[in-house]
């Protein structure tokens, strides 16, 4: 993350992404597919994709991607196989939603993972980062979905709403305001909301 000034003189947290340049795989139509989709595909790879994904290259004429992935089409845009879709087509959107991968913690406690109270640290006792009690008189078990102690992080969540700051089409450059999952380098897949202001 960095800071960016608006232009009202607000210092606002932004992060900046780099958007593909991507390559347009396979069009889903409702029609055929049942669906409405694109089917994108972003990087290089030097491994052998399977026989399937080899053709679903040849198609849209160029090499094996990394990532494959699927995105809801933009709105008022018309895209084919074979097209690259660049920072561009976020011209005129206001709002993103970013999804990606959390940054992975290891197994955690308690305490940590989900901002439990720890126990005293006073006169002999030996609970001071245990749970504590996890089940109750009636139910004599404990219920699925206690906070318990595991892995934290390196799942997928998705940030909604968040604003575009500016684009830079020089350098394929998105810029919206706030945090997105995942480590620096990380890859996130950014698709228009659909909330309306």
Not at 3 to 22: K, R, W, Y
Not at 123 to 137: D, L, Y
Not at 159 to 172: H, T, Y
Request: proline share 6%; charged share 20%; net charge positive.
């Amino acid at each position: 993350m960095m800071q960016m000034f608006a232009e009202n003189g607000d210092m606002v947290p932004v992060t900046m992404l780099e958007i593909g340049p991507c390559t347009v795989l396979q069009v889903k139509t409702v029609e055929r597919d049942g669906y409405a989709a694109w089917k994108v595909g972003f990087g290089e790879t030097r491994k052998k994709p399977t026989k399937a994904m080899a053709g679903v290259f040849a198609k849209a004429g160029g090499a094996a991607a990394r990532i494959v992935g699927e995105v809801p089409p933009i709105e008022g845009t018309e895209v084919k196989a074979g097209d690259r879709l660049t920072v561009a087509v976020f011209e005129g959107v206001a709002l993103v939603n970013v999804a990606g991968t959390t940054k992975g913690h290891g197994f955690s406690g308690t305490i940590r993972r989900h901002n439990f109270n720890s126990g005293p640290r006073a006169h002999g006792a030996k609970n001071v980062r245990e749970i504590g009690s996890a089940g109750s008189a009636f139910a004599a078990r404990v219920l699925p979905g206690k906070p318990m102690p595991g892995q934290w992080g390196n799942c997928k969540a998705t940030v909604q709403n968040l604003d575009v700051v500016k684009i830079d089409p020089a350098r394929n450059l998105l810029v919206v305001r706030g945090a997105v999952p995942g480590p620096m380098g990380g890859y996130v897949v950014v698709q228009q909301s659909t909330y309306k202001r």
